[in-house]
Every structure is written in structure tokens, then in C-alpha cells.
């Protein structure tokens, strides 16, 4: 590296460091309401037969509805369309969600009539007034779009709260004829009052005042609704009459309440996951790497720093699922430094000086680095475009965490080596720097025969038996579908003293609901599960559970409607689908088609035993399981990328040689970086499994079991059918403009001792 180059990448890395350094301690982190506890309600518009629920019905019904929540007083709401025909709620604090979806779920076609006269008692119960006395009411004379605003405030004259109401348009003039032919009638008479309807129910029938006179009515369009009406009685009837008119009816579809203990923990186990997992991978670098994995520690320090800025500094929402992202993104940025140290002791077995190697390492893995990045970017990027809810936190967490690692490994990480690679004490004493020795792993592979793929066949057979036993699941026990597939909803309390699940049973059949589905969900929640249940049912099971426990409360309601159900069913079928096309795409442009499609069964075999090992245990398969398996195709296939960027290179510089060879001396010479990152991440993970509470346990099983088959498959299932297929239709090597190894003074390739090792055949001939 040149002095120029190295000064501008040192005061970059450093404004870097600094800037998220003020972010860090500046801002604080968005959560989502799975980490602050809260309510999310999805709602979505239907067509009636005057307006169609298009991008504009709605945005004009999310107004109506952002009048409504501030109503409610909930500190910072958020309304957002999604699509062109739902709107999505988020009211954090709100863990009692009946009430607001109640507001949120009227029709509420807000008109005002004149009063006939009083009605027959029992003949019609819904336009009674505040006494429940039948009123008998003429046509509508003003609708709600014609309401400007209305707010509840103190009487002026004297005790209780007062509506002030606020016309627009044609409103001053409707209102001035209603009030002046009501006025006309005698005080105290039914015919003077003003009824207001909403959804068919009269919600306030105000008397005309007795100095307004007949035919003149009120003008000055606004006026003032008394009626002795208690703070919360005036706050609730102005959102109705300010947000009273929706141009088309909603319908909500889905329903998520999490508690504040459920957060809370949460956020303690992951943190704890994250600081115990990391510490012992950076001590396992340490060990293995010395000096240089010291240098991978403080830079994935920084990388940590930086990817905490950034989520904070683009106001992205932190969800459960992306706390799991945040940690899974540091195994990933562990990797990249592995891959570039594994290579740099490459570079010195070949050339003993550590500044050339260290710089050749680092050059030599970029395209190998590159390739493991666009792949998971692909992942994270299906995963914010198909998935929903908080699984889209999940896809934003992983997208700044690949890009972040990026920058962690080739320009931080770099810029310490040099520096410390520079220091005299240490090139007198190169074994220290932990790249001047090829490391223990590497040497027992230097003798091993690059053949042991000649019988592919043999090799994809032993594969496909597993794989049948694995997929047997799915026929044998069936695969427990969360509600957000399925349709439903799903309630977890916790109770004040802990209950067996025949306890729970009991105490719900008792309360009229046989039919539940209860269960434990871990950390000594039970769990109800039923196709339909209303909010009521929710607060008549709370009782009946909190009964049986000593008091209960709710962890996490989730709603689903069943078109939902299965849109986001058919939506993770096609994410999954999309995402191995995508794979195969991108493998194909950068390998070969034969590559890539031994890549793409790989990943498809792994996809198939993470699920097929879920059917077995009997565990749910729910949104935060979809984003496991996409993450399982977006991480797993990094270990078949690294191996075929070598394979491609082996193959340009040995094109006599032997495909299955080519292949096998590839996956040979990548295995220490594949053993150290495997240990390093599955460190990660494992703390995330013992200790990450019921939700990242499943998550963090899934991503165990998809990284050791991952391994495992690129070498028995990727490897055997791009042989296969390359026998069959393959073509001549790839050509590569510039030599990855270094080369001689005379221009001959100097082979390095592990490249010496792998040119003999069993026999011990040379190749």
C-alpha cells in the first residue's frame, strides 16, 4: 500500500469511528414493539359499490384515522399505507389493543340529522339518545366530510368538558338550516335536538340553545356541544365527530400486542447472547490468528460501533428478529477477517515477508469476500421485499450489517494490520503475528489426496438418503404452521405462579372455550391458539388463566385473518422460490452454470433439513422461521462461494488436471478457513439458542443446523453435481487475466507448499 492511499483510507476509517461514536451516544435506537412492548393493527380498505379502495381512498382514510389515534392519546403513533389498500398501526404503550381497534375498525359514516319526534320504545334500539329514549330521525342533513375539527375542552360556563366543532365547505350553510328549523321548536321539545350518527348509532342528540331562533339557526360555522361530559366522555365523542367519516369501510386483518416484560427480556437475553457469543469468538480468533486475530477483534469492535450508528442514525427500527440479525452479522464480519488471514498464510508459505503477504491476503480475498456479500444482500433484500412485520427488521438489520462488515474487514482491519505489521518488535518475531505459520489444521491437509471425489454418484446417494429422512418429516408429523400462515390467533400469558398445561386446559374449558389449542411456548408462558376469537374472548381467557395462575398477563397477541393467512403463506413459497433462483442467477454469471446449479441443490438440500428437522422436534414454523431459512440460503451459501472462487482459480491454472481434483484440492485448501468461521459463528449461535429466550432459540436452531449442513452439503452435494454436470456438458476452463499466486523472478508460477501437496495422485506420482 502506498503512503498517499493508506493516509486517505486512515482518515476515512477514522471520521468514520468518530461520527458513529457521536450517533452512538447521541441518539437513541427506534425500537420496534416486540422490544417496547405495544400494538400493531393492519388494516385494510374494501371497495363499495360508489368508491373503489384505490392509493388515494386510503391515503384519504389514513388521515381520517391519524385524527382518531391522537384522540386516543398514545405517544408517538405511527401510521403508515402499505401497498395501495392497507394501512399499518403501530400504537406502542398500548397493550390492551380493544379500544383502539374498535376506533380503528368503524365503518363510522358520521352524518347529522334532524329529530322527527320520539319513537316507540323497543322498536328501535339504535337511535336512542343518552337516556335510551327512541328517537325517530329525518334524513341526513350534513356528513361528516364536512367537519373541519373537533376538540374537546373545559367548560367555560361552568362544570364538565365541551365538544367545539368547526365547519367547512358546505358545512356552515347544512348546519345554520338544520340548527334554524330545529329552533323552531319549543324548548325541552324532542323536534329541537340535533342527532349526530355514527354507524348507525346516535352518539350525541344536543339541544338546539333557546337564543337561537327559528328559521335564522347558527351561524358563524362552528358551534359548541355541552352536556356536563367528563373529560374522557368529550375527548372520545370529538375524535368521533372529527374522524368520523371514512370514504371507504376498513376491515383489520391483522393484530399484534406484545407486553413490556416480553421486550425487556428480549433485549437482555440478545445483549447477553451477543457480549458473552462475541467475546468467546474473539478470544477462539485470538488463540488461532495471534496478533492478527487481536487486529480482527478491535476491528469487529469498530464494525459493531458502525453498525449500531447506522441503524440509530437512519432511524431503522430495531425488531426481535433484528437483534438476531445484529449478532448474526458479526459471525459474518468474523468470516470475511478468517478468509483474508486463512489466504494471507497462503501469501507468506510462498514469500516469507509479512507486509507483501498481509497486502496479497487482503487483495486475493476480495473477490471471494465480494461474492459472499452479494449474496446475502440478495437474502436481505427478498427478505424486506416479500416478508412482513418484523421479519422487514430483519431484512434492514442484515443489509447494514453485510455492508458494514464490508467495510470492517477490507479497510479498518486492513489499516491495523499494516500498522501493527510495521512495528519492529514484530517483524523481528513474524510467528507472533499468527500468518507466518500455516497453522495445524492446514499442515494434516497438505498430504490429504484432492481425488476423494472421483465416484460423485456414490457420494450424492449417501446425500440423498439423508435427505429423504429429513423431508419424511414433513409426511410423518406434518410441519406446525404459525398463524401467520395459517389464519388465527395466538395468545401467550404469563401467569404470577407458574401452571402445567393441564391446569391451563382446564381453566379455559371451564371458561367456555374447549376447543383451544394450549401449549408451552417457553420461559413458562402458556399459549392459546384458536381459529377465531374477538377481543372479548382474549379478556374472558386472561381471567380464566390468571384464575388458575395467581394473575395473569398478556406476553404477545397475535391476530391474523385468514386471506392473510395465506398470502403471506404464498408469499414465503415465492420468497424462498425467488431466493434460490436469484442464487443461481447471480453463480451462474460469476462461475459457471455447472457451479451454480450444484450451489443452488446445495442450498436447496439445506433448506429442506432445517425444515425437515423442525417437523420432526414439532416446532412452529412462523415468521421469524421464514426469516431463519432465508437467512440459511443467504449465509450457508457463502462456504460454497469461497470454495468455488477457488475452484475457479485452480481450474484456469491446472486445466489438464481432473475436474473431481480441481474441486477436491479446492475444498482442501479453503477447509481451516470453513473449520475457524464455523467454530467462531456457531459460538455466536449457540449463546443465542441456550440463551435468547423461546423466539431466537428456534431462530438461532434453525441457523445452527442450516450452517453445519451448509458445510457439510458443499462438499457432498454442491461439489459431486457440478462434477456430475461438467462431465456431462462441460466446457474449458475458465481463463483469468492476472495470476492470483505469485509469481518467480523468471515469470513461473511459485507454487506454495499446500499447492505442492496437492499436484500428487495417490501413487505418489506428480500430476
Known sequence: MQQRPVLWRSLIALAVLVLSSVIALTTAPTLGLDLRG???????????????ADAEATDRVLEVLRGRIDGLGVAEPSLARSGENRIIVELPGLTDPAEAA?????TAQLTMHPVLGVGVPGEDQANTDEEGQPLQLGPPALAGELIGSAMSAPNPQGVGHVVDVRFEGEGPARWQALTGQAACNPPGDPQRRVAIVLDDQVISSPQVHETIQCNIGMVGGQTQISGNFSPEQASELAVLIEGGALPVPVEIIEQRTVGPTLGADAIEASALAAIIGSALAGAFLIVVYRLVGLVAVVALGGYALTAYAVQTGLGATLTLPGLAAFVLAVGMAVDANVLIAERSREEYAVKPRLERASENGYKNSLSAVGDVAVTSLLAAVLLFGLASGPVRGFGVTLVIGVVVSLFSALVLSRLLTLAVLKIPAVRRRPKITGIAAIGPVRRKLEARDPGFLRNPGKILAVAGAVLVVAVSGLFLRGLELGVEFTGGRLVEFTTTDDITVEQARDAVTAAGFPNLSVTATGDGAIGLRAGELDDAGVAALREAVGSAGGGAEVLRDEMIGPSLGAELARGGIIALGVALAAQFVYLAYRFRWTLGAGAVAALFTNVMVV???????GRTADGVFLAALLTVIGYSVNDTVVVFDRVREHWAQRAKEPFHR?????????????????ISTLTILVMLLVLGGATLADFALALIVGIVVGTISTIVVAGPVSILLQRRWGGMPPRVGKSKQPVGKAGRRNPSRADRARTRNSDGAVV
Open 102 to 106: 374498535e376506533t380503528l375498525g368503524r
Open 662 to 678: 480441481v474441486v477436491g484440492s479446492a475444498v482442501l485448501s479453503t477447509l481451516p478457513r470453513t473449520v475457524n468461521t464455523g
Open 38 to 52: 405495544g400494538t400493531q393493527i393492519v388494516l385494510e380498505t374494501r371497495d363499495t359499490e360508489e368508491v373503489a
Open 611 to 617: 425444515v425437515g428437522v423442525f417437523a420432526w422436534t
